[in-house]
């Protein structure tokens, strides 16, 4: 028998749009992030859905929560941390122009080269990195073992990750259930590096949507 595995992003929120580290800090949906939710809520509509997790932050239960919209089967929601976003430590709720002024424009650099390309997509990040050399790119996966100042690296949260990912198909294979997961875009990183068989590299250049999801099957 086959059960399946549906992941998707929490939608956009309004630290999201307003490019501030968000991390584990909680901020709502904007109007497009309910957009986006209904998106992935009617991809889904024809899928059975029997347990479903999100983390305890309102962007992930809220995605989840639009999604569940037409699945009266689905009889257990469940919170886990495991699935949470990568803590920013002391860089959480921050804006870029604040990390400058606080930092000042040498580290902004740094900066730039370390985390915002996870705000990029298509040929905006094509166009960054080909602005700023492979070379560049390079510092920019350091932050798979490098975390921020009080933060985490994404190594330390595909760790948690994974162990979210073994207990989760001991579950499956012995409840015999459909899953949906309602995450965020960095702890979706390690999901699809375990599911899709990729490596740290491939990993970290994914690009992970607001509105759409992936499906993995489990055989029992």
Known sequence: MKFKIYLFRHAQTYF????????WKDSQLTPLGKQQAKKVALKLRGKDIDVAYSSHLSRSKDTLKAVLKYHPECKKIITDDRIIERSYGELQGKSHEQFVKQMGIK??????????????????????????????????????????????????????????????????????????????????????????????????????????????????
Not at 16 to 23: L, P, S, V
Not at 143 to 167: A, D, Q
């Open 107 to 220: 580290d902004y650099q740094t900066l730039l080269h370390w985390h915002k390309v996870d705000f990029l997509h298509g040929k905006e990040r094509e166009e960054f990195i080909k602005k700023h050399g492979e070379a560049d790119l390079q510092i920019v996966r350091r932050s798979y073992n490098i975390p921020p100042l009080g933060g985490e690296s994404v190594k330390m949260v595909e760790k948690r990750v994974n162990y979210f990912i073994k207990e989760l198909l001991k579950k499956i294979k012995k409840e015999r259930i459909n899953v949906a997961i309602s995450a965020h875009g960095n702890s979706m990183r390690p999901f699809r590096k375990y599911f899709e068989h990729l490596s740290i590299k491939q990993m970290m250049q994914l690009e992970n949507p607001w509105d759409d999801y992936f499906e993995y099957t489990v055989e029992v």
């Open 16 to 23: 999201n749009r307003a490019h501030r580290f968000t991390g």
